[in-house]
């Protein structure tokens, strides 16, 4: 069965209607799923965790690679990012996520709104939010991480807004080579710009990306861009 809409579109309308009629979130959930034709929130999450296309794009990263995962708000770039480290999970990888956006709950709400239980992967999932978070802090606390590892990081623009920390273009080369050299996959979430217009192209590409300090975009090896239900993956040029 094809949902209505994506997962977190359907998510956030269970919001609006939790607001709206003062009922729990859960129950709001519930009720969305069952207009999708399931009982139950657990279900349909399930259903869609199970036909993702992190599925299809995951088999087309590879250790050593820096991958990019762009989009407007709300447009299901953390989950997708999410997804990918699921994948990875799946066949026995670890996972860490680095965030300087959520708060630790908030990461594993997000697992569990697509149908993830964190528990299922609790000794290969790993969240850091520390307020220092930097390319020397995720190498530091990769450093023994096993080949094949998924760093997502969230997201690249606030990498340098602390006045310590190294410009972005270091900080996103160190992380390059300590990816290849352990055999790592980073994944960056990033901002669009928001002169993006969707009624122009129905996806942002590299162009669109925001960057408040400079930074050779040449250095990611894949692009992941987002926009309602069109989704984008290549090759970096």
């Known amino acids: 069965m094809k949902l209505s809409a994506p997962i977190y579109h359907l998510k956030r309308k269970a919001k609006r209607l939790s607001r709206e009629q003062g009922i729990p979130l859960h129950d709001a959930l519930d ?13 349909l999450a399930a259903k869609a965790a199970a036909t993702t296309p992190a599925i299809r794009l995951f088999p087309q990263v590879q250790p050593g690679d820096l991958v990019l995962v762009g989009a407007r708000p709300g447009q299901g770039k953390t989950l997708m990012s999410l997804e990918l480290a699921v994948e990875a999970m799946k066949s026995g990888h670890r996972a860490a996520f680095f965030s300087l956006e959520y ?58 807004q602390r006045r310590e920390n190294p410009d972005l273009t270091v900080q996103v080369r160190a ?22 217009d969707p009624m122009v192209k129905p996806c942002p590409d590299i162009s669109d990306v925001r ?20 989704i984008e993956f290549r090759a970096a040029s």
């Open 31 to 43: 009720r969305i799923a069952t207009t999708e034709g399931f009982s139950a929130w657990s279900l």
């Open 103 to 160: 708060t630790e709950k908030d990461v594993l709400d997000r697992l569990r709104a697509i149908g993830v239980e964190p528990v299922q992967f609790d000794k290969l999932f790993e969240v850091d939010c520390s307020d220092a978070i930097s390319a020397d802090h995720v190498v530091k606390q990769m450093a023994t991480a096993p080949r094949g590892t998924v760093v997502v990081i969230d997201y690249l623009q606030l990498l340098d």
């Open 175 to 196: 992380l390059k080579s300590f990816a290849r050299d352990k055999g790592l996959i980073v994944i960056f979430i990033s901002q669009i710009d928001r002169s993006y």
């Open 211 to 230: 960057l408040p300090n400079p930074l050779d975009l040449k250095l990611f090896d894949k692009t992941c861009f987002i926009n309602n239900s069109e």
